[in-house]
T-cell receptor, first 110, second 114 residues
Framework: GEDVEQSLFLSVREGDSSVINCTYTDSSSTYLYWYKQEPGAGLQLLTYIFSNMDMKQDQRLTVLLNKKDKHLSLRIADTQTGDSAIYFCAETYAGNMLTFGGGTRLMVKP | DAGVIQSPRHEVTEMGQEVTLRCKPISGHDYLFWYRQTMMRGLELLIYFNNNVPIDDSGMPEDRFSAKMPNASFSTLKIQPSEPRDSAVYFC????????????FGSGTRLTVV
């Protein structure tokens, strides 16, 4: 797998939008993923996007994919305190193997 | 399915003792992964299995760490002897080749070595 990079920390106010960014390196990735890790829990799949798409929307979540720049972002609309967590992006390689980024800790202030 | 089941949830042990972490993957999944998570190093892949066979153990930090998968429904990660720097959260995950859902993670085992 290749390196996947994310910023370490993001702080937003409740009700604002959050945008978490990720850069990846494997241009042959078929799927790209976002996982959420709440305190004391494992990583849970939040959403994924197929590499031939450039956008996917799922309720408050919008995933944008820029294949040319190998950039993936996750936008959370109307961010709530329950969205406070660590968010990991991941790229696929060698079929179904995943490489995870270092995670972005999202803090939502009331 | 109950998901990936890990036990115990918490383990506190003394330095030098043997520690065994357990994992039951999702039935039918053919890949199993062991990860370690710390504040300093983030999420590290230790070893993974395909159809019960270890494929890549290059992430295992030392010979003190060993992992087995005797059958499709059970895997263990053993640390012998344990050291304080092994303190971390250990996750097991499983997946099915060709499935687009990625990996399914267990809730983790928080290991504290004192």
């Amino acid at each position: 797998g290749e390196d996947v990079e994310q910023s370490l920390f993001l702080s937003v106010r409740e009700g604002d939008s959050s945008v978490i960014n990720c850069t990846y390196t494997d241009s042959s990735s078929t799927y790209l993923y976002w996982y959420k890790q709440e305190p004391g829990a494992g990583l849970q799949l939040l959403t994924y996007i197929f590499s031939n798409m450039d956008m996917k929307q799922d309720q408050r979540l919008t995933v944008l994919l820029n294949k040319k720049d190998k950039h993936l972002s996750l936008r959370i609309a109307d961010t709530q305190t329950g969205d406070s967590a660590i968010y990991f992006c991941a790229e696929t390689y060698a079929g179904n193997m995943l490489t995870f980024g270092g995670g972005t800790r999202l803090m939502v202030k009331p | 399915d109950a998901g990936v089941i890990q036990s115990p949830r918490h383990e506190v042990t003394e330095m030098g003792q043997e520690v065994t972490l357990r994992c039951k993957p999702i039935s039918g999944h053919d890949y199993l992964f062991w990860y370690r998570q710390t504040m300093m190093r983030g999420l590290e892949l230790l070893i993974y299995f395909n159809n019960n066979v270890p494929i890549d153990d290059s992430g295992m930090p030392e010979d003190r760490f060993s992992a087995k998968m005797p059958n499709a429904s059970f895997s263990t990660l053993k640390i012998q002897p344990s050291e304080p720097r092994d303190s971390a959260v250990y996750f097991c995950a499983s997946s099915l080749v060709g499935q687009r859902d990625g990996y399914t993670f267990g809730s983790g085992t928080r290991l504290t070595v004192v």
